[in-house]
């Protein structure tokens, strides 16, 4: 069965960076890989995405200060995280579509916070 497992979240003081990762198990063909976000009491939003051309996809509120990359050859992909303000706090889910289903990691939580 696959799994997509995260890693890396953490504590970090705001202006701070993090850099989070996520594997999809398996010998598994992977289209695409992503990370999306859920504060509390909001929707869970998309926080950044790549296909399997390399294209990138950013939400609005963190253009330009996240960056999404990838290791092709083992389905992971990492978010590297910069000038984290105190609304980046969330609960950051990866996700990859695989054989045209979406597979969802469990989360890791986020805190930016002095």
């Known amino acids: 069965q696959v799994q997509v497992v995260e890693s890396g979240g953490g504590l970090v003081q705001p202006g701070g960076s993090l850099r989070l990762s996520c594997e999809a198990s398996?010998?598994?063909?992977?289209?695409?890989m992503g990370w999306h976000r859920q504060a509390p009491g909001k929707d869970r939003e998309l926080v950044a995405a790549i296909v399997v051309n390399g294209a990138t996809v950013y939400g609005d509120s963190v253009k330009g200060r996240f960056s999404i990359s990838r290791d092709k050859y083992r389905n992971k992909v990492y978010l590297q995280m910069n000038s984290l303000e105190p609304e980046d706090t969330a609960v950051y889910y990866c996700?990859?579509?695989?054989?045209?289903?979406?597979?969802w990691g469990n989360g890791t939580l986020v805190t930016v916070s002095s």
């Open positions: 398996g010998r598994v063909s992977v289209s695409a």
């Open positions: 996700k990859a579509r695989i054989y045209g289903n979406d597979i």
